[in-house]
């Protein structure tokens, strides 16, 4: 078959794009493949440090040396720390002067300055000294409250207010010795502001299940304190990429959850002998209002820390309590539960501390109304279960119960009468008549419902019975054999009274070996993990 003339130059025409495509999409694919290099690269050095927990915001100022990574740059030496100041008051400050005593030093060492809200009266700060803004602004995109988005540093210097730098030589020897720790538990450095004196080095154990902080002294030695927590004033060395990995970086206030959220890593703090940062402006405030004003800001950002964290119970060194929880004026933490099951353990958390501590209030101040009232009771169903393996309310419990003699009932002046209604008595407790069956309920208060309820059961042919169950499989019948007689037992600090055989009497109502298994109310809602004790 012959080919004509132009069925030729089709051919030819056809074969000679075909080669143009080729070639142009080689070479968009190897374009393409460049930029996702130069991407990969724009992510180790910016981006790696991303997942800050804050809000949105403004930028003001501009800051030096931010594009460094290494070597020298115009003669000068390329930064490896960004200095970041948190901790201030709008109304009385000396921002401005720890930005110029560090970049009078260090001018080559980025400054940042970041807070919640545009702070007024405005800053005086130097012109190369950032100033990061986290609250929203909507025609901002979302870096610009980011701080993380403009260290490209090493390293982060968290510095408090009125702090100075007299030589860069201090900053050299915390780089060094955070470097010298190598990959183990110690992340942090420290240096004391003033004397090391005013900063005292603790460990801290943090049990979110517990809802509790407890903090305790640490030891000291001669090249340095390693701990878990700080309390003074100190300024602190951490990594870039360490900081902005934390749940919630720059906090408030800074050190504080800095620390709780190191010491649930397992990340230790070594506060350095030898080495301390002088202070121009201490006290920073010059008149008891102002000083008033910041501590009442201090407290009202470590209540709101506190409930963000989930933290409802510090524990300090002297043995001091502080509560962030539930109180009597106050509605319990958890609402209606639901299938025996409340939501904190959803939150693989236990009942509230505060809560737990409102409970044995209850309990001991009904116990002393009943005894000293001639009413006869018992220990029931899951705080019997308690008295026998914690000596202790269930940590996981959300109510304590009691059993008593029906025909004891009208001893009580407060239970006597409550078919007409509830009472309340001098000391703020609710007694009523419970909605949900024929029992008593004893309330905290008016406003927080942690209650004892009171189980009225009566003797027929030797059997403690009464008129009303519940679905609960524990509500059942059993021999008065167990009560007669009532012994004593320790039981949420106090001394309460129990069946005679509590092991009998709970593996009757509970089954074979309850003591010695727990679960959850209702495990097939949720079950308790071997791992979980």
Not at 240 to 257: G, K, M, Q
């Amino acid at each position: 078959m012959r080919i004509s003339f132009c069925q030729a130059l089709l051919t030819g025409a056809i074969v000679l794009n075909l080669l143009i495509l080729y070639f142009v999409s080689r070479a968009q694919q190897q374009m393409m493949e460049k930029r996702r290099t130069q991407g990969k690269g724009l992510k180790k050095t910016s981006l790696s440090v991303s997942g800050l927990g804050v809000a949105g915001g403004a930028v003001v100022g501009s800051i030096v040396g931010a594009n460094k990574v290494g070597g020298m740059v115009g003669g000068m030496r390329s930064p490896r720390v960004t200095v970041l100041l948190r901790e201030f008051e709008d109304f009385e400050n000396y921002v401005g002067d720890v930005a110029r005593s560090f970049l009078r030093q260090r001018p080559e060492v980025p400054f940042m300055v970041v807070a919640d809200a545009l702070p007024y009266p405005p800053l005086s700060l130097p012109e190369n000294a950032r100033l990061v803004v986290l609250s929203p602004s909507p025609e901002q995109p979302p870096q610009t409250h980011r701080p993380e988005f403009y260290v490209q540093t090493e390293f982060i210097l968290l510095v408090p207010d009125g702090v100075e730098l007299e030589h860069g030589r201090q900053l050299e020897r915390l780089i060094r010795e955070l470097e010298g720790e190598g990959g183990g538990p110690v992340r942090l450095v420290a240096a004391p502001v003033l004397t090391r004196a005013a900063v005292h080095c603790l460990h801290l154990q943090v049990s979110l299940k517990e809802w509790t902080a407890t903090y305790s002294v640490g030891a000291s030695g001669s090249s340095g304190s390693v701990c878990t927590a700080l309390h003074g004033d100190a300024v602190v060395l951490i990594r870039t990429e360490d900081l902005f990995n934390l749940s919630v970086p720059l906090a408030r206030p800074l050190l504080s959850a800095l620390f709780i959220q190191t010491a649930l890593r397992g990340w230790k703090v070594k506060l350095l002998e030898g080495l301390s940062f002088s202070a121009g402006h201490r006290p920073l405030f010059t008149s008891a209002h102002n000083q008033w004003k910041a501590d009442s800001h201090l407290k009202e950002a470590t209540s709101q820390l506190m409930r963000s964290f989930g933290l409802k119970h510090l524990v300090w060194p002297d043995g001091r309590d502080q509560w962030f929880g539930c109180s009597k004026e106050t509605a319990r933490c958890f609402g209606t539960v639901h299938d025996d099951t409340p939501e904190y353990l959803y939150l693989e958390r236990w009942t509230p501390p505060c809560c737990l501590r409102a409970l044995r209030e209850t309990t001991k101040y009904v116990i002393n109304i009943l005894e000293s009232s001639g009413v006869r009771y018992w220990l029931e169903g899951g705080s019997l279960l308690g008295a026998a393996r914690h000596q202790d309310i269930i940590p996981w419990d959300y109510d304590v119960d009691l059993g008593i003699y029906q025909e004891d009932v009208p001893n009580c002046e407060y239970l006597k009468n409550l078919d007409s209604g509830s009472l309340v008595d001098a000391n703020g407790y609710v007694w009523e008549q419970a909605v949900e069956g024929d029992f008593y309920r004893i309330q905290y208060s008016e406003a927080n419902h942690l209650h004892v309820d009171l189980w009225p059961f009566y003797s027929r042919n030797g059997v403690m019975t009464k008129d009303t169950w519940t679905e609960h499989k524990q509500d059942v019948e059993f021999p008065e054999h167990f009560l007669q007689p009532l012994v004593p037992m320790p039981f949420a600090g106090i001394t309460a009274y129990g069946p005679n055989n509590h092991r009998a009497f709970l593996e009757l109502k509970f089954g074979e070996g309850v003591i010695e298994n727990p679960q959850y109310p209702n495990p097939a809602k949720k079950k308790l993990g071997r791992n979980q004790l």
